[in-house]
């Protein structure tokens, strides 16, 4: 390819994956012809394109894989380009820097269906940089949470089954309240393997059922956090019979103690 240099410019980027790990060795081209590259140890590759020219198609093989993104040929030197199946959104997770990052980091798809919202894959990840996999071609709210944060909501998130999701940047600023204590007998012992949920009193409150539930360690403790205020019941099941029920009303980022003995 003979290069114009009034009109083409080298695009430079690098390949990572939804974990934020670079992928090296992949083929790299766009969608129509031109140039190839070789992505290197650290991801690196450089395409010929023309620059004005509108978003265009580029596609990477890796290792048998074939993933179609779409990147803009005015895209910045350095470019990070998230390389992902496209039954898969790739997550940033922003916090607060003067608070510690959480060690686990949760979502939840939410696809959109005629009369509202319908619960569906879940998952986590030990870093900010994950992606929630396992989700078919549709509209989805994407809800992500992590340590004593609210949960935020992305929505819409449209995947068409055929090409790579764009890396989602999401901020978790706002710290909720928490609820933690322990399961105990009579008698005080402890009841390791308490299985506890909260119920809202608000209907209209969509919250993660993985994000509301705990299970009660070998000492009976257990803790409940990132919950937006408001009136709860917290349902108790020792296993035996159906679960007990106990009303907890939370304050703005309060933070309750509560021993339960059902």
Known sequence: MVADAATDRVMRGKLEDGDARPIAGARVR????????????DGGFGLRTVAGRAAQVLRVSDRGREARLVVSSDAPEGVRVVVVPPDAVPFRVLTPANAPVPTRFGWQALAHVAGGLEAGALGDGPAPRFAARGLAAGTYALVVWAGPFLPTVVDPVTLDGTTSSGLVTVELMRRGASVAGRVLTPTGAPRPGTRLSLRPEDATLMLPAARTAAVADAGG???????????????????????????????????RALDLVP
């Open 30 to 41: 766009f969608e129509g012809g031109g140039d190839e590259a070789i992505s290197g140890p």
């Open 221 to 255: 403790r257990w803790r409940i956090e990132g919950l937006p205020a408001g009136r709860y019941t917290v349902l108790v099941d020792v296993g035996q019979g159906p679960p007990s029920e106990h009303a907890l009303h939370l304050l703005e980022r309060e933070e």
